[in-house]
């Protein structure tokens, strides 16, 4: 059964990422299209963008994440000496390099990792999580986030934010043309078929970042159970992290989480019910803890 949802997860995410990258190239292509007559043009933009992006974020993810959601790191074992010890047992288990470890000084129990590789990666916990949560717990949650780094979760995250970030640069691009009559060279262009396709390349630019922020959050979604299966696969303990779950799901919200980097937390740093399961960061905590009771 473990193994089983580990490759169901890995095969989702395949398709979600390339779905995601095709989402990517279908907004570039409708963009030159629309604006210079060549979808070539625009995906050739789209890919280039994606590039500097990745870049970019892959350089200093880590730094900004943490500043982001006010963390504080902690350079040796004297200071949190049972959390370090966890941490450093989950990497050896899990066959990864000592991540980076941060205290987020938030009453509220949660925990992330992020990073762009395993030899650069960090874990962050909250003050709440060392408070509330004894040793078997804590190790179910921090087997989830060494997991997230041994399944290169968080370059998979940091990719998404990045296509993302291209997807509303194409956009927020096509809607400067647009303001600025970029579109003038199809004055004389009357033909039917040429209208349908330039109609649906302005649906596709306007439909295309909300198409993005459903790929993001079904990736998110999938990730988060496959973490949880791999943390048991390195504590071969499902309770642990089923009641650290239970803990979780009934604590307050938290209060320096920041909004953006909120789907990296292992549940809702912010409590709140989207109107549709579509929208949400995490799988309902219900269906994770049903999960890991099958295991």
Do not use: C
Not at 36 to 65: C, D, H, P, Q
Not at 154 to 178: C, E, P
Not at 229 to 257: F, Y
């Amino acid at each position: 059964m473990l193994f089983n949802q580990i490759a169901q997860n890995k095969r989702r995410t395949f398709y979600v990422m390339l779905g995601f990258l095709l989402l990517v190239a279908l907004i570039g292509a409708s963009l030159g299209y629309v604006f210079w007559n060549s979808a070539v043009a625009g995906v050739i933009l789209a890919i280039v963008l994606g590039i500097f992006y990745m870049i970019s974020m892959l350089a200093r993810s880590t730094e900004i994440v943490m500043n982001m959601n006010q963390a504080v790191e902690i350079k040796s074992e004297e200071e949190f000496p049972e959390l370090w010890h966890i941490i450093e047992d989950m990497a050896l288990v899990g066959k990864v390099p000592m991540p980076r470890v941060f205290i987020i000084e938030d009453p509220s129990p949660n925990a992330f990792a992020t990073g762009n590789n395993p030899e650069h990666s960090a874990v962050a916990v909250t003050r709440g999580l060392l408070d509330r949560l004894n040793r078997e717990e804590l190790e179910g949650v921090i087997a989830h986030e060494v997991s997230h780094i041994r399944n290169y979760d968080i370059r998979l995250q940091t990719t998404a934010l990045a296509l993302v970030a291209v997807i509303s640069a194409l956009v927020n691009l096509g809607g400067n043309f647009f303001w600025w009559g970029g579109d003038r060279r199809r004055d004389n262009d009357n033909n039917g078929t040429n209208v349908l396709v330039l109609l649906l390349s302005v649906l596709v630019l306007i439909l295309g970042p909300l198409a993005a922020t459903l790929a993001q959050m079904a990736l998110s979604r999938n990730r988060e159970y496959l973490a949880d299966a791999s943390g048991v696969e390195l504590t071969r303990n499902p309770q642990g992290l089923i009641n650290a779950l239970q803990k979780i799901s009934v604590s307050e919200p938290m209060k320096n989480a920041d909004p953006s980097s909120s789907s990296l937390y292992i549940a809702n740093p912010f409590k709140d019910k989207s109107w549709t399961h579509l929208f949400d960061t995490h799988p309902p905590i219900k269906e994770r803890i049903a999960r890991l009771e099958r295991m």
